[in-house]
């Protein structure tokens, strides 16, 4: 693997931007990448070449003037490409052509990015189990929903890709594939174009193989390159957040969370344990709560007039939202909202929690997919979080590290856990 | 007038289900309505007669179970519809044809109701005026945005339609046309399906004729007939909210709004002065930037690539919005949040608040269409707001009742504004 594949996408872009590599070139690595390896990972529900090599021909005749001018990007399939089908990870919707680009592929395109082509993600980004395979093993999953995304960065197919998390779905495939994943705080980048799944926690976000890479990408999407500019920042104080989960963690969860926390404090840093207020347990089963009754919602029309097309497993979320009551519902919110009240104070001393990201090693394919239960609360609470690569476990695959921040706070989380990627890089 | 038209969603909802009028009646005396008034009031950008007569067909075929059986309803035109276009108000979308049904209108047919047909919108709901014009004189403005959906149901097209509020987008036409509209808590009503304008304070709504029908159509939304039943409910204390910008409403508007107090005063209800903390008068500009920025991260795709087809006003809302920075857009959110934990403190002796609607009578077609800014503050509070029909104004058109009630509180908010409206109409 010594192609351009292998770049950054900061790299490449700089590569660009003074005239030593071409996007072509870039894209044509990134395919034959692809062309090897996608038969065994599965990360794309549509790619063609062409179109993406005729994207990257135009951009090495324009200036190079975007942030990620010529850079290729994969696009997540429940968002919305007005010139490539948009299937949603439903059979129902193979043919579907949008009549516009969502937000977010626009701002790609006004950065200069090549749309690579479309990943696979689970059914409606739900619980249903999508196609792809971990590229470490590809007898292994990748982590749902954000799949194909996730596989395809850690693959090098494309240095960047967009996901999108309501429960776990960008933290989990990130922890399991091995890469990089941003899920920031709630709101930060446009939805429009995008289908939803539960909007009380629905959130953009992206996958690259290096904190530099979701900085520039963040700085894309917003068309700001002075968002989280400044280089790597230092933290006074990094929170160990076990949770009450922390037992249902594998050994090798475990020890590669406490050997970051130990690698953090001989660098100099002050590491404490940090606890929640025991009302914050309830959030991981508010989540699903919350998640099931906006889903039985959104999906009324598909549950009541497309019936065969659906899932048993959508079609069961879509049963328990229904079962779930409106007063159950405003609970779960009223808590999230008490929790989002009390971060502040609670990220007073610590401004970034280090917490484990997936329980487990990427499963088996045929294994359980997991509970997310280290992952969940997170978007409930709205706050950023973000996967670093850990160790290689006792599997043989990539362990996660999580980290979270204060709502709202990204610029100075992304620049903390960049500090943070390098000291454990040492 | 005499025909079926004239009955509320309740009442014609009762006949069916009693065989005592029969949906395919129902819908043509509608439709006769329409064919006698549409060339004057442009409420509908598109209705196949045949379609919805067919639909009501139907109903009458089948066991009459849901709460709206029969009855016909309109939908905005940034609503998706399978089987019908759906233009968005944009002329670049006048060919669209969703894949799916949106949520809402799923919901609406599990409850029976028939589809007439899809209301003009202004464009993407946003500030550049629609054709629809006012039925009480087609010689005024009927109010953005939801402005066919309000003039269909105030002249008695049908009896019940869909809008939708981001600023003022239901309370304005509601108070222009002399209808009943409400607008929900915020996260009330599934969106999916439904184009954005600004996530953070877009809201799904609907019109009707009385305080029954607006209950009625909540429970079918939410397939929950129990949701703000039991009747009326006689509020204890009202909160007469004039509001910082009260000197700049019409004489009619505050004559309306005192009138109302006065009556309630008579009727035995505790009607107090109700002042805001000063910070609440910065919301209406705070809705403004919030509004502005998230509209450009929406619509980029149509102001990049598709500029020709988007109105200048639809262009300038971008413009602005890319003008606005994330700490303009952050400080916004974050005073409507401070606002919002101080509401229920504010609303704890009066539980319903009493406010102008519109800050005018419905203007000229050439007159200014004026600045909301009775009603703008109320969507960035995410609080259940609705709009009663008040007296007949000193230019002889409606004027409205705006009444507010706290966060999630809906259902009393709806009894208790059902109570006054009994007690005004005495």
Known sequence: MAGAENLTASEAAKRIREGSLTSEALVTDCLLRIEAREPEVLAWQYLDPEQALAEARARDKAAAGGLLHGVPVGVKDIIDTADRPTGYGSRLYDEVRPPWDAACVTAMRRAGAVIMGKTVTSEFAGFHQGKSRNPHDTKRQTGFSSMGSAAAVA??????????????????????????????????????????????????????????????????????????????????????????????????????????????????????????????????????????????????????????????????????????????????????ERCRRMMPDLLSETEILLTPSAEFEAPLLEEPMGRSQFIRFWSLLHVPVLNLVGPVGSLGMPVGLQFAGGFRGDQDFLRRTAWIEAALAE
Chains 1, 2 share one sequence.
């Open 155 to 336: 693959d090098f197919h494309v240095p960047v890709a967009f996901g999108s998390q309501t429960g776990g779905s960008i933290i989990k495939p990130a922890s399991h594939c091995g890469c990089v994943g941003y899920k920031p705080s709630y709101g930060t980048f446009s939805l429009r174009g995008i289908n939803p799944l539960a909007q009380a926690t629905d959130t953009l976000g992206h996958f690259a193989r290096t904190m530099d890479d979701v900085i520039l990408f963040s700085q894309a999407m917003l068309g700001n390159p002075d968002f989280a500019a400044g280089g790597a920042l230092r933290p006074n104080k990094v929170g160990l957040c076990r949770t009450a989960e922390w037992d249902t963690a594998s050994d090798s969860v475990k020890a590669a969370v406490e050997d970051a926390a130990a690698r953090l404090g001989k660098a100099g840093i002050s590491v404490i344990e940090f606890a929640f207020p025991a009302e914050f347990e309830k959030l991981n089963d508010a989540l699903l709560d919350v998640l099931a009754y906006e889903a039985a919602a959104n999906f009324a029309y598909e549950y009541e007039f497309r019936r065969d097309g659906l899932s048993d497993d959508m079609a069961s979320l879509v049963e328990k939202g229904r079962g779930t009551s409106l007063e159950t519902y405003h609970a779960a919110l009223d808590l999230a």
